[in-house]
C-alpha cells in the first residue's frame, strides 16, 4: 500500500472509530431491504484491534515491542481520565508521571512502556504482565488450556480471538474497563500487586516503606512521625493513624507522606489493643498504608498485624461498605481505597481525639504500656506523637490533596475527584452490572431496534437440542421478558458479568459476518494479513529517558511523537475525531539559541522546548524558529505563547 492510500485509511479509519451509532442486523425473513445509509465502524474488538495494528504501522519498527493500546468503547474525558489514572497508578513504576496519548480518533490510547519504568528491567517487567492478561482476556483473545501427553503438565495457548477477523499480536489490545478491572484488584487473581512489583505473604512493611523513603525503624526511634487516634466512622471502632514524611520526593515535589492507618478486629476486648488505652504501644491487626509517591500517584497498599502484605481485608477488620448493595463487601487495593479515599482526593480527613483531650479536662492519661517506658520517657514520647495542632494535621491532608489533584488535572484534565468517581464508575459498572439483552446488542455492536429481545434472537441458530447456543439457560435468561407488563416486555431478564464473558466469544463470531463490511481491514486490496506484526522485545530495543537523576535529567522525546494519529484533545472544546485531519501533518519542528552563546540549537518538537523552559535551560530572552509559523528569522522565547507561565511572559 503506498503512502498516500495508507494515509486515507488512517484517516477513514480513526475519524470514524469514536462513533456511537450502532449498526444494523440483516432484517427478519420477507422483502429484500432497500439502499441503507452506510454506517460508522461498530463498536467492537475487531474495530479495535484493526485502529491497533494501523497505529502500529505508524511507529518505529524498533519501538514497536514497548506499545500496547487500551480501547475506549467510549471517548469522553472521563473514561479517558480514568484510563490515565489506572496507567500511572498501577502499570507505571516511573519517577515521572504520564499523560499517554490518545489515537485513532480518540478511540484508543496508546501504552509507551519505555516511559513505564526506571530501570530496562522494569520495562521488560512491566511488558511480560500486561501480555500475561491476555491468558484471561475475553474481549481479544482466545486461551486453551493443553496437556503433555507424557509429563502431563499444563500449558496455556494464547492466540488472538477468530472473531476479530485479523491476526493481532497478544496481549496488544485490552479493553478499558476490562483491564481496571483486571488491574486494579488484588484477590482472585487481581494483578495490582504484580504491576507494583509486590508478593503478597512475602513482602514485608518495613521493607516496603524504606524502598519508597520511609525508613520506619528509623523513623519510629526518633519519633519523627505525627500519631492521630480517633473512632473510625467507617469501621465504628478505635483506629490509630500514622503519619510519615518521605524522603524519596525532592522538595519541589512535597508534600510527600506514608499514611498508616491500624486497625482491630470487631470482637478485640484486649486493653493493649485498644489506642486511647496504649498510647505509646497499642498491638493491631491490620493495617492500610498509602504513600504519595515521586510520580505524583498514591500507592494503597495492605498489611497483616505482623506487617506482612496481604491481598484483602478480613471481613472483621474492616469491609468496603463503598460496594453496590447487593455484593459483598470485599476490600482490596486498588480500587477499594480510589472508592473510598476519592471523595477526599485519596487523603481523608481525620481528628486527633488524644490531643483534644490533653488540651481539655483530662491533662493526665493513664497507658496500659507505662510499665515500658520511664515517666519522663513516656510524657515526652506522647508529647512527640501526639503533639500536632489540628490545623496542623489539616494542612498535611489539604496539601496532599491539592499536590494529587494537580497530578490528576496534568495527567488525565480532570480533577482527582473526578478522575477517581470516573475510575471507580468504569470498576463499578463492569464487576457489578449485569447484562440484559439490550446491553447485549450494545456489547455484540448490534442495533437492538425498538426490541433487543427480538433482535438477539436473530441472531441465534433455530432451536436444535443438538445446538450448544441454543440451549444455553445463559441465552435463554436474556431472550425472556422481565415482566407480563407490556410496558416492560421487551426488557429481558439479567444475566452476570462472568456468565456473558464466557458466552461473547460464540455470540460475537456469529454477529461479524454482518459487521464485516462495517469494518476496514488493513493488508493489500482490504484483505486481512495472514501473520500479526511481532512484538518481540529486542536487546537492541533503546528504552529513552531512563536516567531519573534530576540533576542530568533532560527529557528524552518519543520517538513517535509526531505520529499521525497523536494528540491528547481539549475535551471541553472539541471531540477527539475532528482533530484527526489537522494533527496529520508532520509537528512543525525547533530551534532555539542562547543568550550567552548564540550557538544554534536544534531541530526540536515544541514538547522539547516546552521542557528546556521548565528547568530553565530556556529563558524568555533567547531567541527561537521554526519552520512552520511565520515568526521572522528569530524571535522571542518569551513571546511563544505557552512556552513559559503568563506572569513570566508579561
Same mark, same amino acid.
Request: charged letters at 25%.
Given at each position: 500500500?503506498?503512502?498516500?492510500?495508507?494515509?486515507?485509511?488512517?484517516?477513514?479509519?480513526?475519524?470514524?472509530?469514536? #462513533?456511537?451509532?450502532?449498526?444494523?442486523?440483516? !432484517?427478519?425473513?420477507?422483502? #429484500?431491504?432497500?439502499?441503507?445509509?452506510?454506517?460508522?465502524?461498530?463498536?467492537?474488538?475487531?474495530?479495535?484491534?484493526?485502529?491497533?495494528?494501523?497505529?502500529?504501522?505508524?511507529?518505529?519498527?524498533?519501538?514497536?515491542?514497548?506499545?500496547?493500546? /487500551?480501547?475506549?468503547?467510549?471517548?469522553?474525558?472521563?473514561?479517558?481520565?480514568?484510563?490515565?489514572?489506572?496507567?500511572?497508578?498501577?502499570?507505571?513504576?516511573?519517577?515521572?508521571?504520564?499523560?499517554?496519548?490518545?489515537?485513532?480518533? *480518540? #478511540?484508543?490510547?496508546?501504552?509507551?512502556?519505555?516511559?513505564?519504568?526506571?530501570?530496562?528491567?522494569?520495562?521488560?517487567?512491566?511488558?511480560?504482565?500486561?501480555?500475561?492478561?491476555? %491468558?484471561?482476556?475475553?474481549?481479544?483473545?482466545?486461551?486453551?488450556?493443553?496437556? +503433555?501427553?507424557?509429563?502431563?503438565?499444563?500449558?496455556?495457548?494464547?492466540?488472538?480471538?477468530?472473531?476479530?477477523?485479523?491476526?493481532?499480536?497478544?496481549?496488544?489490545?485490552?479493553?478499558?474497563?476490562?483491564?481496571?478491572?483486571?488491574?486494579?484488584?488484588?484477590?482472585?487473581?487481581?494483578?495490582?500487586?504484580?504491576?507494583?512489583?509486590? /508478593?503478597?505473604?512475602?513482602?514485608?512493611?518495613?521493607?516496603?516503606?524504606?524502598?519508597?523513603?520511609?525508613?520506619?525503624?528509623?523513623?519510629?526511634?526518633?519519633? $519523627?512521625?505525627?500519631?492521630?487516634?480517633?473512632?473510625?466512622?467507617?469501621?465504628?471502632?478505635?483506629?490509630? /493513624?500514622?503519619?510519615?514524611?518521605?524522603?524519596?520526593?525532592?522538595?519541589?515535589?512535597?508534600?510527600?507522606?506514608?499514611?498508616?492507618?491500624?486497625?482491630?478486629?470487631?470482637?478485640?476486648?484486649?486493653?493493649?489493643?485498644?489506642?486511647?488505652?496504649?498510647?505509646?504501644?497499642?498491638?493491631?491487626?491490620?493495617?492500610?498504608?498509602?504513600?504519595?509517591?515521586?510520580? *505524583?500517584?498514591?500507592? $494503597?497498599?495492605?498489611?497483616?498485624?505482623?506487617?506482612?502484605?496481604?491481598?484483602?481485608?478480613?471481613?472483621?477488620?474492616?469491609?468496603?461498605?463503598?460496594?453496590?448493595?447487593?455484593?459483598?463487601?470485599?476490600?482490596?487495593?486498588?480500587?477499594?481505597?480510589?472508592?473510598?479515599? *476519592?471523595?477526599?482526593?485519596?487523603?481523608?480527613?481525620?481528628?486527633?481525639?488524644?490531643?483534644?483531650?490533653? +488540651?481539655?479536662?483530662?491533662?493526665?492519661?493513664?497507658?496500659?504500656?507505662?510499665?515500658?517506658?520511664?515517666?519522663?520517657?513516656?510524657?515526652?514520647?506522647?508529647?512527640?506523637?501526639?503533639?500536632?495542632?489540628?490545623?496542623?494535621? +489539616?494542612?498535611?491532608?489539604?496539601?496532599?490533596?491539592?499536590?494529587?489533584?494537580?497530578?490528576?488535572?496534568?495527567?488525565?484534565?480532570?480533577?482527582?475527584?473526578?478522575?477517581?468517581?470516573?475510575?471507580?464508575? $468504569?470498576?463499578?459498572?463492569?464487576?457489578?452490572?449485569?447484562?440484559?439483552?439490550?446491553?447485549?446488542?450494545?456489547?455484540?455492536?448490534?442495533?437492538?431496534?425498538?426490541?433487543?429481545?427480538?433482535?438477539?434472537?436473530?441472531?441465534?441458530?433455530?432451536?436444535?437440542?443438538?445446538?450448544?447456543?441454543?440451549?444455553?439457560?445463559?441465552?435463554?435468561?436474556?431472550?425472556?421478558?422481565?415482566?407480563?407488563?407490556?410496558?416492560?416486555?421487551?426488557?429481558?431478564?439479567?444475566?452476570?458479568?462472568?456468565?456473558?464473558?464466557?458466552?461473547?466469544?460464540?455470540?460475537?463470531?456469529?454477529?461479524?459476518?454482518?459487521?464485516?463490511?462495517? /469494518?476496514?481491514?488493513?493488508?493489500?486490496?482490504?484483505? !486481512?494479513?495472514?501473520?500479526?506484526?511481532?512484538?518481540?522485545?529486542?536487546?537492541?530495543?533503546?528504552?529513552? #529517558?531512563?536516567?531519573?537523576? !534530576?540533576?542530568?535529567?533532560?527529557?528524552?522525546?518519543?520517538?513517535?511523537?509526531?505520529?499521525?494519529?497523536?494528540?491528547?484533545?481539549?475535551?471541553?472544546?472539541?471531540?477527539?475525531?475532528?482533530?484527526?485531519?489537522?494533527?496529520?501533518?508532520?509537528?512543525?519542528?525547533?530551534?532555539?539559541?542562547?543568550?550567552?552563546?548564540?550557538?544554534?540549537?536544534?531541530?526540536?518538537?515544541? $514538547? %522539547?522546548?516546552?521542557?528546556?523552559?521548565?528547568?530553565?535551560?530556556?529563558?524568555?530572552?533567547?531567541?527561537?524558529?521554526?519552520?512552520?509559523?511565520?515568526?521572522?528569522?528569530?524571535?522571542?522565547?518569551?513571546?511563544?505563547?505557552?512556552?513559559?507561565?503568563?506572569?513570566?511572559?508579561?
Amino acid at each position: 500500500m503506498t503512502a498516500r492510500r495508507m494515509l486515507a485509511f488512517v484517516l477513514f479509519v480513526c475519524a470514524t472509530a469514536s #462513533a456511537q451509532g450502532p449498526s444494523n442486523l440483516p !432484517p427478519a425473513p420477507g422483502p #429484500a431491504p432497500g439502499p441503507t445509509t452506510p454506517k460508522a465502524p461498530p463498536r467492537v474488538p475487531a474495530t479495535a484491534a484493526v485502529l491497533s495494528i494501523t497505529d502500529l504501522s505508524s511507529v518505529p519498527e524498533l519501538f514497536q515491542p514497548l506499545c500496547r493500546y /487500551i480501547w475506549l468503547r467510549d471517548s469522553s474525558k472521563e473514561t479517558y481520565a480514568a484510563t490515565t489514572l489506572f496507567i500511572n497508578s498501577v502499570i507505571n513504576r516511573s519517577s515521572i508521571a504520564v499523560k499517554p496519548p490518545l489515537v485513532a480518533g *480518540g #478511540a484508543l490510547v496508546r501504552v509507551e512502556f519505555w516511559r513505564m519504568g526506571d530501570t530496562i528491567e522494569q520495562v521488560k517487567e512491566q511488558v511480560k504482565l500486561w501480555d500475561s492478561l491476555s %491468558e484471561k482476556d475475553p474481549q481479544f483473545h482466545l486461551s486453551q488450556v493443553q496437556t +503433555d501427553g507424557k509429563s502431563k503438565d499444563k500449558k496455556t495457548i494464547v492466540e488472538s480471538a477468530p472473531h476479530l477477523g485479523v491476526p493481532m499480536p497478544v496481549g496488544l489490545c485490552y479493553r478499558y474497563d476490562w483491564l481496571i478491572h483486571q488491574g486494579g484488584t488484588t484477590a482472585d487473581g487481581g494483578s495490582y500487586y504484580d504491576f507494583r512489583g509486590l /508478593i503478597p505473604g512475602k513482602t514485608k512493611l518495613n521493607d516496603y516503606l524504606t524502598d519508597r523513603g520511609v525508613p520506619l525503624d528509623r523513623i519510629r526511634k526518633k519519633n $519523627a512521625l505525627n500519631r492521630m487516634v480517633t473512632i473510625s466512622k467507617v469501621t465504628g471502632k478505635v483506629r490509630a /493513624i500514622e503519619l510519615y514524611e518521605s524522603s524519596d520526593v525532592p522538595p519541589s515535589e512535597s508534600p510527600a507522606i506514608a499514611a498508616v492507618t491500624q486497625d482491630i478486629f470487631d470482637d478485640q476486648t484486649d486493653p493493649n489493643f485498644d489506642a486511647f488505652l496504649s498510647l505509646r504501644g497499642a498491638k493491631f491487626q491490620g493495617q492500610e498504608v498509602l504513600v504519595k509517591l515521586r510520580n *505524583g500517584c498514591i500507592e $494503597a497498599t495492605l498489611w497483616n498485624g505482623e506487617g506482612i502484605l496481604v491481598t484483602e481485608a478480613p471481613p472483621n477488620l474492616v469491609m468496603d461498605y463503598m460496594i453496590p448493595d447487593g455484593h459483598g463487601k470485599r476490600l482490596q487495593p486498588f480500587i477499594s481505597c480510589v472508592r473510598c479515599h *476519592g471523595p477526599n482526593e485519596m487523603m481523608q480527613p481525620a481528628t486527633n481525639q488524644v490531643k483534644q483531650l490533653l +488540651d481539655g479536662r483530662l491533662r493526665v492519661l493513664g497507658d496500659t504500656s507505662a510499665d515500658r517506658f520511664s515517666q519522663f520517657d513516656a510524657i515526652r514520647q506522647i508529647q512527640f506523637l501526639y503533639g500536632a495542632r489540628q490545623s496542623q494535621l +489539616d494542612k498535611v491532608f489539604q496539601d496532599t490533596r491539592d499536590s494529587f489533584d494537580a497530578f490528576t488535572i496534568t495527567t488525565g484534565s480532570l480533577t482527582a475527584k473526578e478522575a477517581c468517581q470516573a475510575m471507580t464508575k $468504569a470498576y463499578n459498572d463492569y464487576e457489578y452490572g449485569y447484562i440484559d439483552a439490550a446491553l447485549a446488542c450494545d456489547e455484540l455492536g448490534i442495533d437492538p431496534k425498538d426490541n433487543p429481545i427480538e433482535t438477539l434472537a436473530r441472531i441465534l441458530p433455530a432451536p436444535d437440542q443438538n445446538n450448544v447456543l441454543a440451549t444455553d439457560a445463559r441465552i435463554g435468561l436474556l431472550l425472556t421478558s422481565a415482566s407480563d407488563d407490556p410496558k416492560l416486555a421487551k426488557q429481558s431478564l439479567k444475566i452476570t458479568r462472568r456468565q456473558w464473558e464466557t458466552l461473547y466469544p460464540a455470540l460475537q463470531s456469529l454477529v461479524m459476518p454482518t459487521l464485516e463490511t462495517l /469494518i476496514s481491514r488493513p493488508g493489500k486490496n482490504g484483505e !486481512p494479513p495472514k501473520e500479526a506484526p511481532k512484538l518481540e522485545i529486542k536487546s537492541e530495543t533503546p528504552v529513552p #529517558a531512563l536516567d531519573r537523576n !534530576p540533576a542530568k535529567m533532560e527529557l528524552t522525546p518519543s520517538p513517535i511523537e509526531t505520529s499521525a494519529q497523536t494528540y491528547v484533545p481539549d475535551f471541553d472544546t472539541e471531540k477527539p475525531s475532528e482533530k484527526v485531519a489537522e494533527t496529520a501533518s508532520v509537528e512543525p519542528k525547533w530551534k532555539y539559541k542562547t543568550g550567552a552563546s548564540g550557538r544554534e540549537n536544534g531541530p526540536f518538537i515544541y $514538547a %522539547e522546548l516546552q521542557e528546556f523552559a521548565r528547568s530553565g535551560k530556556l529563558k524568555p530572552s533567547d531567541l527561537v524558529w521554526n519552520d512552520r509559523h511565520k515568526i521572522g528569522d528569530w524571535g522571542s522565547a518569551g513571546k511563544v505563547k505557552g512556552l513559559f507561565p503568563d506572569e513570566v511572559n508579561k
